[in-house]
């Protein structure tokens, strides 16, 4: 989902918001999925070279609509 436009990644950020204001995903969900984005951050920098840009936008988002704890260290 990194390589999309930018409707796109903010209808993800929109629906990964949602899912876990309902209790479908949690916070340890979304953080370990961002560590797994972040583990293959070079990686996917090969195919999408703004990757570490756009997923500086997911957290982000993830920060702002608390689906992540501030200075939760994992």
């Known amino acids: 989902m990194l390589d999309k436009k930018a409707l796109e990644r903010e209808l993800l950020s929109m629906l990964v918001s949602s899912l876990h204001m309902r209790l479908v995903i949690s916070e340890d969900h979304i953080s370990g999925a961002c560590l797994l984005l972040v583990a293959s951050l070079e990686d996917l ?4 070279p703004k990757a570490e840009e756009f997923l500086a936008y997911y957290v982000a988002h993830a920060l702002v609509d608390r689906c992540l704890p501030a200075g939760k260290n994992h």
């Open 45 to 48: 920098k090969l195919d999408v």
